[in-house]
């Protein structure tokens, strides 16, 4: 990217000068975009002056997607463009690495002091305490860390639905008094359907032309990142990111619930907001989301366990791996119960192709929008490392360099916990394992696919379904004592095919490596 030789970026935004006035110094990071949270919340312009530091060590870390770079960086420098416009003087530059922009800005305006929001990763909050920055409690989400490692004290297990009631009754939303609106918590059963037959197609997403700065960032990134270019689909302004929302509550929330786990090829964005990364770069708060789901349901036409289904994400899911992520980070982050030792497969570094149909209509997905839906995360993806035994590590940096939405504090409780069950099941219950009757039943790519999801054996039986068995023999010392999966592991032992089954795994297992499958 174009930069100043004084490492200041060629963004749009008035020049600071030099020598410094002493004003505090509010260093807002690129996932904490928020005006009226955390540290910017309470700074001025005649008070404050306002940091933003591109990190080249951040942005050549992984192979990211072009797509995510640039939503990040054209984010950072709308927002500091929205604050220079009330007033504020921006420091905005690239610097090789956070401490090195902050070096630099403390040599340029020797301000009194610098804070900031506390950071959303375990490295970065790390990084700031060691650079003597002041942290401000930390209020993009409902709960802070310290809230939930009070809520989770002396709990023997600490499940997502326990908190997820928790939160509801203590802010309030989808209940009549003490009850929970409709007169059930969980509408989850309602909500597992497959695919509608119906032909009706899901609402299109919001698309903005790329403005000035978008386009700008696009020509700085150069040939930088994989993946296509932009196409206005996320949001990179506040403005962009309220319009998401109101089309989210709009036209998606009324149809949310029933088909989440659902997928169509011809229906990338079935049943999701899409807000996701809104959310997480700071665009939109998780009560502004919450609250219009309250509103829309009371004021009639949203079914209850669609306002239920889409609370649960946010209020919940959400909030919880959050949670968790404060509460077992750092070992978390390096669990492998299963002593999974295999590199990630060639079809996701896009080195290979793949004929699995699934499993490639998900990587054209993260290809052309870097962002896929809930279930081909866990399902599709996340499934096949699990059943072929990837390194955990690598499907978290993969994951989080290619998703739009990518964080540590999202992908480790989601990767690391759910997908892989690498912790051992501390925060899932059960590993995530399923075979091709699954993925036939809640999709429609087995009927593109050249493998037969009903086969274990043989070159046309589906890789999941012969891996699936295979999983379930190669760790059934382990998973036996898990109730919730001990009659499928009985299931594979007694199995007539199962030596036939191992050999085809064996050989899954190759082509998997290869990039032949
Ligand atoms: C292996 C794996 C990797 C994932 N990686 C990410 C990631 O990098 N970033 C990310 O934000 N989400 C991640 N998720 C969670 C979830 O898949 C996405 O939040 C969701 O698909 C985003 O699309 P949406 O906004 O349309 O979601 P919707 O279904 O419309 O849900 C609304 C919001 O709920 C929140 N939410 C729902 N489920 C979860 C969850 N399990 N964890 C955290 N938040 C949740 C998100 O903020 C989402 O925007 C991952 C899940 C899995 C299984
Ligand atoms: S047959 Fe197996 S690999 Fe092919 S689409 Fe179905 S689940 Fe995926």
Known sequence: MPVGGDGRSACPIPDPGRGGDRRVTVWVLGDQLHRRHGAPAGAHPRTHRVLLVESEAQLRAERRHRQRLHVVLSSMRHFASALAAEGFTIDYRRAPDLAAGLAAHRADHRPREVIATEPCSWDARLVLRRLGVRLVRNDQFLCHPDEFAAWSAGRPRLRMEDFYRWQRRRLGYLMDGDRPAGGRWNHDTANRRPPPRDGRPWPEPVRDPLDDLDRAVLADLGGAGWGAPPEGLWPTSREAARRRLDHAIREVLPRFGPHQDAMLGGSWQMAHTLLSPALNLGWLHPREVCDAIEESYRAGGVPVASAEGLLRQVLGWREYVWGLYWLWMPDWRDANELGASRPLPPAFTGTAPTRMACLAEALEGVRARAWV???????????????????????????????????????????????????????????????????????????????????????????????????????????????????????????????????????????????EL
């Open 373 to 515: 839906h809930h279930i081909q995360r866990l399902m599709v993806l996340g499934n096949l490392c699990l059943l072929a035994g990837v390194r955990p590590a690598e499907l978290v940096a993969w994951m989080w360099a290619s998703f739009v939405d990518g964080a540590e504090w999202v992908m480790v409780p989601n990767v690391i916990g759910m997908a892989l069950y690498a912790d051992g099941g501390r925060m899932a219950t059960k590993p995530y394992a399923a075979g091709g009757a699954y993925l036939n039943r809640m999709g429609d790519a087995c009927a593109r696919c050249p493998y037969d999801p009903r086969r274990r054996t043989g070159p046309h039986a589906c890789p999941y379904t012969t891996l699936y068995w295979d999983f379930l023999a190669r760790h059934a010392r382990r998973l036996a004592a898990e109730p919730r999966v001990a009659a499928q592991v009985r299931a594979a032992q007694v199995r007539p095919d199962l030596p036939a089954i191992r050999s085809r795994a064996a050989e899954v297992l190759d082509l998997l490596d290869a990039g």
